[in-house]
């Protein structure tokens, strides 16, 4: 499953990376390139204003493009002609930016559009997961309100409680999950998939609910051979102790003390059958790959795949990378990973994510308001602030988003980390009073340490 991959690290230390993507995951990404000695230059597209702060190295953003229109992309990439494209958003993988930038001669980061199905059709990634004997949840799939709403009835017959999922297949920022206690609810969810932008929940699954401790896992794979990084724990819903409405993520820990007992049954279950499946199915798949699990009965089961770095989860994993990003990729890429090992530190990490008060429903009364005490923060030792929906105005700083940006402070164990997070996005304000943020992140690891430590 070798591929072409150019001499693009010749000159050394001149090297250009363009990023696609726009959110606090890509600020991430682009430090991670940043550190490497042979990067000169990153662009990203389009990025935010945030990225390029305070950096060290020369950071451009360039929004003149849609991360929904490949086509921008390419150009974007013709303009800069950067030595690497790493592309690092769902919806752009999604719609084949990967396959149609190799075509144009570009040396590319990121799964092809058929293998990135693993996330952007939800059914077929059941389905997958069916054929590969790989842990799942009971599902089933509909097309209209008419049979999933009878379907939903026959299932709460026999028990008026039961946790389901109405999901959407396909991308909804991770937002398409609707979760059902009751009979009325799941009728509702069902009904709201028709309001899902762009089709996504056209077609859509009818869920078993586990209960249990959700984990995440990411991977990256040269389509043959795969190299694990650390786990994390997101926190999904808006509020404390995971009530309210499905966010994109509201902050993460990493790595998660839950899969430390069953790292090898998350390796073997979901990672491992993942990438022989793929192979096997002549869909080999190259690139990072994040499992998102869940512990029932200390057994992992997989909620989904995604077919990139996850957000805010990258926020917290790769900063604990040593080797060399570029040099990981480069392996990658050129089919050598079996040749590399990954090197990550001890740390714990704690990410928190500011968000406008009211997300992610109507947050229009925030827009255009100021931001205050983010220097403050940066100022902190073991404290990054990784930025999404952030305007920067004659070296203001403005709201422009739901999620604004990602709080992230390391520590020896979870407690000083989390510690230093909290304290640090205490001196950060948006006018008004208008910043939101859980303030329960990491809560289960801390009382799983402080039982550890007999405290």
């Known amino acids: 499953y070798k591929e072409k991959i150019y001499c693009f690290f010749m000159p050394k230390e001149d090297l250009t990376i363009l990023l696609i993507g726009s959110g606090a995951r890509e600020h991430t990404i682009s430090c991670a390139y940043e550190k490497s000695p042979n990067v000169k230059k990153i662009i990203i597209a389009p990025g935010n204003d945030f990225i390029s702060y305070k950096r060290e190295k020369e950071v ?4 003149n493009c849609s991360l929904k229109n490949p086509s921008s992309l390419l150009e974007i990439a013709r303009k800069y002609k950067p030595s690497l494209v790493d592309v690092a958003q769902d919806d752009a993988l999604a719609l084949g930016t990967v396959d149609i930038l190799k075509k144009d001669g570009f040396v590319v980061f990121g799964s092809r559009k058929q293998a990135a199905r693993i996330e ?3 059914r077929w990634s059941r389905e997958f997961m069916q054929r590969h004997g790989i842990p799942h949840p009971s599902f089933r799939y509909f097309e209209n309100e008419a049979d999933a709403e009878q379907y939903v009835k026959d299932l709460y017959t026999g028990n008026s409680s039961k946790l389901l999922y109405v999901k959407a297949t396909g991308l909804c920022s991770g937002k398409g999950a609707l979760k059902s206690t009751s009979l009325d609810e799941a009728v509702k969810n069902i009904i709201r998939m028709k309001d899902f932008p762009n089709g996504a929940g056209k077609t859509f699954l009818v869920e078993e609910g586990l209960e249990g401790e959700e984990f995440s896992y990411y991977a990256i794979s040269d389509g043959i051979i795969y190299r694990l990084f650390k786990s994390a724990q997101d926190n999904k819903t808006v509020f404390n102790f995971d009530e309210g409405d499905q966010t994109g993520g509201m902050g993460v820990v990493s ?3 839950v899969t430390k007992p069953i790292k090898d049954e998350i390796e073997k279950q979901q990672i491992s059958k993942m990438i022989n499946g793929m192979a096997s199915e002549q869909n080999p798949y190259r690139g990072i790959i994040y499992l998102g699990g869940i512990v029932v009965n200390g057994k992992p089961v997989n909620i989904e795949y995604n077919a990139r770095w996850g ?9 604990s990378v040593e080797t060399d990003y570029l040099e990981l990729v480069k392996a990658c890429l050129e089919g050598k990973l079996n040749e590399l090992d990954i090197k990550q530190d001890n740390k714990t990490r704690v990410c928190i994510v500011g968000a406008s008060k009211g997300y992610p429903n109507d947050y ?9 005490g983010i220097d403050e923060a940066l100022k902190m030792e073991g404290v990054n602030i990784f930025g999404a929906g952030v305007d920067i105005i004659d070296g203001r700083l ?14 020896k164990d979870i407690l000083e980390a989390r510690q230093k997070a909290y304290s640090a996005i205490a001196r950060i304000s948006i006018e008004g009073n208008n910043l939101h943020y859980r303030t329960d992140i990491g809560w289960r690891d801390v009382e799983r340490l402080r039982k550890m430590l007999g405290s």
Do not use: H, M
């Open 60 to 63: 451009v953003t360039d929004k």
């Open 398 to 411: 403005y709201v422009n988003g739901g999620r604004l940006f990602s709080i992230v402070a390391e520590g």
């Open 120 to 122: 952007w059709d939800k």
């Open 311 to 319: 957000d805010p989860e990258c926020q917290v994993v790769l900063p």
């Open 364 to 372: 229009s009364q925030v827009k255009g308001k100021r931001i205050f």
């Open 255 to 257: 790595p998660a003390l």
